[in-house]
Structure formats: C-alpha cells, structure tokens
Antibody, heavy 118, light 110 residues
Framework: EVKLVESGGGLIQPGGSLRLSCVGS????????MNWVRQAPGEGLEWVAV???????FHADSVKGRFTISRDTSSNMVYLQMNSLRAEDTAVYYC????????????WGQGTLVTVSS | EIVLTQSPRTLSLSPGERATLSCRAS???????LAWYQQKPGQAPRLLVY???VRVTVIPDRFSGSGSGTDFTLTISRLEPEDFAVYYC???????????FGQGTKLEIK
C-alpha cells in the first residue's frame, strides 16, 4: 500500500526558514515523480515543486529561488526547504506522488500546515 | 502560460440530479495531460479521472470525463450525497514542467 506522511509544519516568522519532510512507504521515491502542492486557507490548490525519478527538479515561479525540493533515496524521503518565508506562503502543504504515468497525482499525504506570521 | 478556468464556481444541485462541471484552457492542450480531482473538507484531494476521460479504477462509473482542445467536462450522472465536494481540473505542462490547477468548482447540496 502506498502511503505518504508529511511533517515539519508549524508557526514561523516572516523571513524565516522551515524544512518539510515526506516519508513514503510501499514504493520507492527514486522511481516516481514526487510533488509538493499547497493550499492556502479557504483557497484552491497550487503546485509548488516536483522532483523527477531521475532527480531533475522544477519549481513554481511563486517559490523559485526561495524553496527547494530534494530527496533522500536511502530513507525514501522527499523534502521541501523553504527560505525567506512570507505571509502568503501560509498553507497546508501536501506531498503527492504521481501515478504510474507522470502528470497526475494519484497518491497524497494528509498535509502539514505552515503558518507564516509574526 | 496556460490558465485553466473552471465554471461555474459554485453549483447547487440535489441528490439524484446530473452535474456538469466545465474546465476551459487558455490555449489548446493535450487531453493526455488533463486530470480531475475531488476534495472534501479536511481531506487531501483524490484523483478521479486522468487523460481527460480515463476513470481511476476505484471511482464509481457515475463519474465521467470528456473533452479536447480547450474545453473539458466532468459529469456526474446521478449525484450521491458523498459527491458534494470541491472539484479541480489540472493540466500537466511539460515545457517547462508545471502542474496547473483550475480554481475549483464547489458542488453543494441545494
């Protein structure tokens, strides 16, 4: 069974840094497209970043230069390093794995809440 | 940059009725990369349909997707109480890679 569990969210001041973690089970992160998708309170879904099976990474323009997606295949984990956080980064952050074919997220974690506030 | 516009933003229907949700792309897109999700309050999204019309195995057959080019539709043939939720369309752009979401349609009980 595929399972994703996020952690690392919390309250952080503007300008601060936070690292989110996502541990996968039932599959290997090295063989799948792994994403971070966020949802601000009461708002829609916004894709944040993806790491391909081969290791290439891509980020949304809204976070480029501030956030970095990475992975540790030995522990089957995916990370989102978030720097220079802003109030508008406040959201639930979901870790999501693409289905067998890329481009659609067939598996999601339960999300972790990041609140950026002074 | 491709933009997905969903309509209506809110749809009020009764159980047993048919729901038709629209997703319009700002330019012609590959139907292979068009998906639909359902999200209930407090839950993560759930993939319903991919490649515009292929239903995920465990999804009931009252859900169907259609469309091509710039216009895509998610149809729920006969609404069940558990279908009232927010629905998102999503496009996977490969150049550069990005997952683009529509703003969502809230399907509420009338």
């Amino acid at each position: 069974e595929v399972k994703l569990v996020e952690s690392g969210g919390g309250l952080i001041q503007p300008g601060g840094s936070l690292r989110l973690s996502c541990v996968g089970s039932g599959f290997s992160v090295s063989n799948n497209y792994m994403n971070w998708v966020r949802q601000a309170p009461g708002e829609g879904l916004e894709w944040v970043a993806v790491i391909y099976g081969g290791g290439d990474t891509f980020h949304a323009d809204s976070v480029k230069g501030r956030f970095t997606i990475s992975r540790d295949t030995s522990s089957n984990m995916v990370y989102l390093q978030m720097n220079s956080l802003r109030a508008e980064d406040t959201a639930v952050y979901y870790c999501a794995r693409d289905s067998t074919s890329p481009g659609r997220a067939g598996y999601w974690g339960q999300g972790t809440l990041v609140t950026v506030s002074s | 940059e491709i933009v997905l516009t969903q309509s209506p933003r809110t749809l009020s229907l009764s159980p047993g009725e048919r729901a038709t949700l629209s997703c319009r792309a700002s330019q012609s897109v590959s139907s292979t990369n068009l998906a639909w999700y359902q999200q209930k309050p407090g839950q993560a999204p759930r993939l319903l349909v991919y490649s515009a019309f292929v239903r995920v195995t465990v999804i009931p057959d009252r859900f169907s997707g259609s469309g091509s080019g710039t216009d895509f539709t998610l149809t729920i043939s006969r609404l069940e109480p558990e279908d009232f939720a927010v629905y998102y369309c999503q496009y996977y752009d490969t150049s550069p890679p990005a997952y683009i979401f529509g703003q969502g349609t809230k399907l509420e009980i009338k």
